[in-house]
């Protein structure tokens, strides 16, 4: 059933960040339909329906935002809905007649997200922009790497899907359950680089503390502390330390048998380059899956760097069945868990057009609304246009 069981919300497909957090709110039960403008392969990065898998859990009307009817579509979606988000640059959604005061005038109680890169206002705001450009502005990008080498690019893990696609979920969920109190909706305005700037206050109090400098590398998250980045080992693969703590720290020598360094100076950071060298040197005798044996069981906070392909049959991702096989498709299951709402993948991603009529009914549409809808055209099925 999962914690959202019983919620109705419109999705305005986008690519990437919508995706995901449609997938997660589905994932967590809420009945969600993604609305996608007709054959507009660009939306979806050309991916065959089957493989898109972030559009998993919730059926996709392909629907002419342009058309009168398709419009009409939107709003009649709407009135029964507890939510909608977009992810349009500010203004599209208002030209096209669904802006906030139009879906809003047919449901006080609707709340509206929207997503953006720069957010609704401010100088950038019609500007465009992906995730490597979000986080450069928001300081995260500055702060990854070697500082002898250019910043590298963290997929778009940071600026689309944490600084966007879970802020939003949350600013919605957090603007839904107010509604349930006050009957009123209310607009989400969820800017990546504000989600970004947001995940990056620890730094801010660290750096107003004297405890973190403002350049690369240079500090003790950000790859210049030993006892906190990656170690190439003997058949050329990587280990992750991550032993911050003195007591994970001591564990950590005495797993890889160090006696050179003094756990006392682990943070001075005048030893790093040469507690550096003992490390790398150390990891060097073993293999990486040799390493994870010895590291099995202890306190030093290290772990084997697997692929995309490998982390799924490791022992921990398979006791709790972090992936799950869905239509043949190995890919991560739903996350949180809950312990009396369980989300679950209901199906995975259907092509547009799939089972309108019966889309439409769950939602609770009249059977005289969803002939006219269908007959005039509002819904489209790729393979129509």
Known sequence: M??????KIVEIAGIGPGQLCGMLLA??????????????????LSIPARYDIMNRSR?????DLKNKQGVELVLRLCEDADALFEGYRP???ERLGLGPSDCMAKNERLVYGRMTGWGQDGPLADAVGHDTNFIALAGALNSIGDKDRPPPIPLNLVADFGGGALYLAMGMLAAMLEATRSGKGQVVDAAMVDGVASMMTL????MANGMWTDSRQSNFLDG????AKTYETKDGKYIAVCAIETRFFKALLESTRITEIDAS???????WAKQDAIFAARFKEKTRD???EVFKGTDSCAAPVLSISETPQHPHSEARNTYVTVDGITQPGPAPRFSRTPSAIKHGPMAPGERDHQVLSDWGLSEAEIKRLLTDGAPWSKSTV
């Open 27 to 44: 994932d967590m039960g809420a009945q969600l339909i993604r609305v996608a403008r007709p054959a507009d392969d660009d939306s979806d």
């Open 2 to 7: 999962g914690p959202l069981h019983g919620f």
């Open 265 to 271: 100076d682990q943070h001075k950071s005048d030893s």
């Open 203 to 206: 730094f801010y109090g660290l």
């Open 91 to 93: 203004g599209v959604m």
């Open 290 to 292: 040799e390493w994870s």
């Open 224 to 227: 210049a502390a030993p006892f």
């Open 59 to 63: 059926p996709t009307l392909a629907v």
